[in-house]
């Protein structure tokens, strides 16, 4: 789920295969038992369909007229399970099992777990004729890559991928849209330093150090100059330094054909020496490593006393930031903020290639035929054009509207947002919202043009020189005992060694050998079955 500059956004880059109407597949979408309709069009039966996803839908909110309008129109009745984020891994494993699956639920992906409900029959199996039928989430589905994949190993449709991007694809090679960072321009302006599109790692640091001293904010010991979280740390200090420092792109293939670990190049001992640099310096809080969830974001866009965060490179990110700004500290973020890629201390541009997607959707395996049928109806109208503007734009002439140049334009009071007026809207429940953020008029243009700009500023530095980790299918879908026991929680341990007293360099290799029990079964298993 990092890239800004100012140029134009791709209002939306079409789609090859072009996007079918939901007329298509719902004409006669209900031959089967339980999904017949009436003259009108209408189905007859009402289905009472369970549904888990990390969205939180609080007590009354499902009668809503949003919500309404979805079971009206594929007469249903929700029964709605939230499941929190930190649990979510934990619940869905023991549901699937179990066999207590709710009839569709979200599922962060890990390809091992797959492979193995899929070999104990514990996902449901789609008909064959399944792209036929609903085109639209067929069409979805190819963008992701994973589809394809998956059908080669297991010899059908046990799963749908979330893709990213849909019709609104912001660059190419797409990246994550990680490493994009927020600064406070107006004490950069205070202390003289040049804002700028692109920083090394060295000249943020440069950043903290000249706000420390200066204090343009008058904040005094209040003052947070990096306001970065372990994860935020390892992000935009490490990574920008070693592209296979995360745990996304730790075992990989180098140019010799044979499978080596990141965090054993050298590389990721210069990120090291950085955040430590930062971190004894007292740019870094003394307990960032302890800080959870938004603790490091909050320091800026909630109690203004911090000088850069760590943003991402969505639109909407940028939109939450003012918005928090505004509610929070009064100001507005468009005279406060700048947003920034950051690169490694060489000047060269480090990411993850982002593969198109992102968790996915599973079916019980004991989902009636009926109950499957008209899910995927409700997914093929979420996936239609008709459906996403309905999903992220609301009611046609209520919430938005076609301008004289047939451009979106958004209908909600100024400060308001969908969310406020239809609260916890699962019912997009394949593409994810990143896709329609590009071209979303609730979100205010300048953050879209600002957001593609950077994204296409990401793609033209990853392909004139940078290091990019790209996606291997080989690794990551390769699944083994040893691989799954080689997996560290990274941010934490990078934070660990740079805690530690003593040479950083001496104990990083120490660190690295402690680990070799586990990495070198995984290279071996790799370079055995994939090397050139």
């Known amino acids: 789920m990092n890239t800004k500059k100012l140029l134009k956004p791709l209002l939306a880059v079409a789609l090859s295969a072009v996007m079918v109407t939901v ?16 003259a009108d069009g209408n189905y007859k039966d009402k289905l009472k369909i369970s549904v888990a996803q990390t969205t939180e839908v609080k007590d009354g909110v499902l009668d809503n ?10 007469n249903v009745e929700w029964d709605y399970n939230y499941v929190q984020w930190d649990s979510w891994p934990e619940k869905l494993r023991l549901w699937i099992n179990s066999g207590d699956l709710p009839d569709v639920a979200s599922w962060n992906y890990v390809h091992g777990d797959f492979m193995n409900y899929v070999d104990q029959g514990l996902l449901y199996k789609f008909p064959d004729d399944w792209k036929e039928r609903w085109p639209n989430v067929a069409a979805a589905y190819k963008l992701t890559g994973l589809g394809d994949k998956l059908e080669e190993l297991t010899g059908g449709t046990y799963i749908l991928p979330k893709p990213v991007y849909y019709q609104n694809k912001p660059a190419d090679p797409l990246v994550n849209q990680i ?13 003289g330093f040049e804002l700028k599109d692109a920083y090394t790692t060295s000249e943020l640091i440069h950043y903290a150090e000249l706000i420390k001293e200066k204090d343009p904010g008058k904040l005094g010991s209040k003052l947070v100059p990096m306001s970065y ?7 935009n200090i490490i990574m920008a330094n ?8 730790a075992f990989y293939r180098g140019e010799d054909g044979k499978f080596h670990w990141g965090p054993a190049d050298p590389e990721t001992l210069t990120g090291l020496k950085l955040m430590q640099k930062a971190y004894k310096e007292g740019l870094l809080n003394p307990e960032f490593y302890t800080w959870k969830n938004n603790e490091g974001t909050d320091n800026f866009r909630v109690k203004g006393v911090a000088g850069i965060m760590s943003l991402g490179g969505l639109a909407s990110y940028r939109q939450d930031l003012d918005k928090n700004m505004q509610k929070n500290l009064g100001v507005s ?5 700048h947003t920034a890629i ?9 990411n993850l290639e982002q593969v198109n997607f992102w968790s996915s959707l599973i079916f019980s395996p004991n989902i009636s035929q009926e109950k499957f049928e008209r899910i995927m109806d409700i997914l093929d109208y979420s996936t239609s054009k008709e459906g996403q503007l309905l999903v992220n734009m609301g009611f046609e002439g209520k919430d938005w509207k076609y ?22 809207r699962f019912e997009g429940l394949y593409v994810l919202g990143d896709d329609f953020s590009v071209v979303n008029p609730a979100i205010k243009k300048e953050y879209r043009d600002r957001a593609v700009q950077l994204f296409q500023e990401k793609a033209k530095l990853g392909k004139e020189g940078g290091k990019l980790a790209t996606y291997d299918w080989d690794v990551q879908l390769y699944d083994s005992k040893a691989k799954s026991q080689a997996t560290f929680e990274y941010q934490n341990e990078y934070a660990n060694l740079i805690l530690q007293s003593g040479d950083l360099e001496t104990n990083w290799k120490k660190w690295v050998q402690s680990k070799q029990s586990l990495v070198q079964p995984v290279l071996d298993e790799l370079n055995s079955k994939f090397a050139k």
């Open 403 to 424: 301008d004289d140049k047939n451009e979106l334009v958004s209908l909600l009071p100024e400060g308001t947002t969908l969310e406020d007026k239809y609260p916890a």
């Open 242 to 249: 070693s592209e296979h420092s995360r745990v996304e792109s």
């Open 342 to 350: 950051v690169l490694g201390d060489d000047g060269k541009y480090r």
């Open 23 to 38: 007329t298509a597949c719902s004409k006669d979408s209900a031959s089967s038992g339980g999904n017949e309709k009436d």
């Open 179 to 191: 490493g994009v960072i927020a600064l406070r321009k107006d004490w950069a302006k205070a202390v």
């Open 65 to 74: 007229e949003f919500h309404k309008y979805w079971m009206d129109k594929f």
């Open 229 to 235: 979280n372990a994860d935020d740390a390892l992000t």
């Open 333 to 337: 973020s468009d005279d406060l903020v």
